[in-house]
């Protein structure tokens, strides 16, 4: 029991994290360079808050509630459909339209500022 409440701490704190750096950094940078992925940014950030509101509620649940399994559930599957979809379209798209050189060059400075940044967030906003 207490080792599946640190893994789901740990898929709550990526959750979190991996949602702060694309929202704050990625997408707006892809919405500047390449106007053809709208439509998959506004999406994608729409499965982000679906993703937030699940983290959220995940917090808050004890590991003996009934809905927690299945709400840890929930979040890593579509965590990992969200991904396997984003790698085969996203970031082939960026490249193809943007430049692979220009688009390694504005993540890793967003990035490197990320890291100047005091904290990322200590609760998701729902």
Partial sequence: MVEKGRIVNKIIAAS???TYIENGGMYP???DHVPDLEDDILESYEEHHVADVLVTELAALTLDDERFDANATVLTRMSSTTSKRTSKTGFGKCENNWG?????RSVRSDS?????RPSLPSNPRP
Wanted: hydrophobic share 30%.
């Fill in 16 to 18: 979190t994290v991996h």
């Fill in 29 to 31: 940078q892809v919405r």
């Fill in 100 to 104: 692979a050189i220009s688009f390694e």
């Fill in 112 to 116: 490197n500022r990320r890291r100047r």
